[in-house]
């Protein structure tokens, strides 16, 4: 039985005030997990399920391959999800595009589909890739980039361990990456950048046009957008006397204008701000020097202006 019947079966009816939500399965789904959890949302997995719990009852969570999210989507078999720009364009699929979401499997950056070569082949460039052998997953976007190349070469669907293909006589690879780790731990080096991709949150667009989904995946976005932005970030707040207050916001790489509030002693005030997580050792010892006293450093899951 397949995936989309089982969730027929499982509803009885597709139920309208219900939004359908499709979460990445493999690599990107513990980050969006994680994410998810930061922005106010639990979702509790099952070993053989592929429909986690959550705890909004307006929200249905179906698990599908990131690589396949956008066809779901655009054949409405599912009202959103999340995915990679990459795979939008490897499907071509007509969707929504409703946010970019900066997130990735083990940061918060873009990752990078890239052309590599073991380390010691005599390519060097795209351009000798003429009439030669390419392995990926990627094909359709692959294809596109040679031709905007004038490159004609044979370019194969990889099912996995693409890395170690051209060990075994593939002339080339294009595969996904965010820091190059693993290309290098396999003997690898890249020669040309392919594209880059973030993580998009992409709607069908027959459900973008009722307000109520709409609605539901606006408020969704701008929480989950709150979380991205509360990476690597802390609250701070501290104490000073009111004639030490411009020293002291002068030294703060704030984010928005701290906030500083009157105290019982009105001598004194409380001010409070959201700064870089790493820049807090170096702060403290500076904000100090110049009257700020009684700090509290706390974690945020949030930051939404």
Do not use: H
């Not at 009439?131 to 040679?146: F, S, W």
């Not at 990889?158 to 190059?180: L, M």
């Not at 396999?186 to 307000?211: G, V």
């Amino acid at each position: 039985m397949s995936l989309v019947d089982s969730t027929k079966i499982k509803e009885g009816k597709m139920d309208e005030k219900k939004l359908r939500l499709g979460i990445p399965k493999g690599s990107l789904q513990e980050s969006t997990l994680r994410l998810f959890d930061k922005a106010g949302f639990k979702i509790k997995e099952s070993a053989r399920s592929y429909f986690p719990d959550i705890d909004d009852d307006d929200i249905e969570v179906i698990l599908f391959r990131a690589q396949e999210m956008s066809r779901y989507v655009e054949d409405g078999i599912i009202d959103c999800g999340i995915t990679g720009n990459d795979w939008i364009e490897e499907n071509n699929s007509d969707v929504k595009r409703m946010a970019e979401l900066v997130y990735a499997k083990r940061s918060m950056k873009p990752v990078k589909w890239v052309l590599a070569v073991q380390n010691d082949s005599v390519i060097k460039t795209v351009k000798q890739l003429e009439g030669k052998k390419i392995a990926t997953e990627l094909v359709q976007v692959t294809k596109k980039y040679l031709k905007k190349q004038g490159v004609k070469a044979d370019v194969e669907f990889s099912w996995g361990a693409t890395e170690v293909k051209p060990k075994i006589g593939i002339d080339a690879i294009v595969e996904v990456t965010e820091t190059g780790n693993s290309l290098r731990a396999n003997d690898l080096k890249i020669i040309e950048t392919i594209c880059e991709s973030t993580t998009q949150f992409i709607m069908n667009k027959k459900a973008y046009q009722d307000p109520w989904k709409k609605e539901k995946v606006e408020q969704i976005i701008l929480l989950l957008k709150g979380a991205i932005l509360a990476e690597g970030k802390v609250g701070l707040k501290m104490n000073a006397k009111k004639e030490n207050v411009k020293k002291i916001i002068a030294i703060l790489p704030a984010m928005q204008t701290p906030t500083v509030s009157m105290l019982f002693d009105e001598e004194w005030v409380d001010i409070e701000t959201v700064i870089d997580e790493d820049d807090v050792k170096k702060l403290i010892p500076e904000l100090r020097k110049v009257g700020a006293q009684g700090f509290i450093e706390y974690p945020l899951n949030k930051v939404i202006y």
